[in-house]
């Protein structure tokens, strides 16, 4: 049996972040994703659809480090359903995303045109035949959430 939930999307907001007493962080996000499609009138119509996501431990530290509004990102994960008690006593339930990775696929918010600002490196020790490839077989290996390449996206 599978459970698993792949998302290309853009963030809705930062994310919320917060310490539970136990010492295990928790980050919630919010990703829209775009669909299109002719409706019965032969007019496209798009349909927005918003997913709530977690993230818990590290990737929990690192999406509150990295992400934010705007943002798109690939995401994987596994749905999860809990339920709970309402201040009214009503039992409530929600389906959301529980998060083993994601990656950053656009940094630029939605809202801005603008390139980010280049900075400039020293390259008096990088080797001359250094091609900047990611020597970690395409897998993203820094926590950083720093882009190496996109040949390691399944799409």
């Avoid at 907001?13 to 919630?28: I, T, Y």
């Avoid at 280049?118 to 490839?133: A, L, M, R, V």
């Amino acid at each position: 049996m599978v459970n698993r939930v792949i998302l290309i999307g853009n963030l809705g907001k930062d994310p919320e972040f917060k310490m539970l007493d136990n010492g295990s962080a928790l980050a919630r996000i919010s990703i829209a994703t775009n669909e299109s499609y002719k409706d019965k009138s032969g007019e496209w119509q798009d349909l927005t659809e918003w997913h709530d996501i977690v993230t818990w431990r590290n990737l929990a530290e690192r999406a509150q480090a990295t992400l934010k509004k705007g943002m798109t990102i690939y995401l994987e994960g596994k749905l999860s359903t809990r339920s709970w008690q309402d201040q009214d006593g009503n039992t409530r339930r929600t389906t959301e995303v529980v998060a083993n990775y994601f990656r950053v696929i656009d940094r630029k918010p939605a809202a801005e045109n603008t390139q980010p600002p280049i900075q400039k490196t020293n390259t008096s020790n990088i080797p001359e035949d250094f091609d900047g490839s990611d020597s970690t077989g395409g897998m993203d290996s820094n926590v950083s959430g720093t882009p190496t390449a996109d040949d390691d996206l399944p799409f």
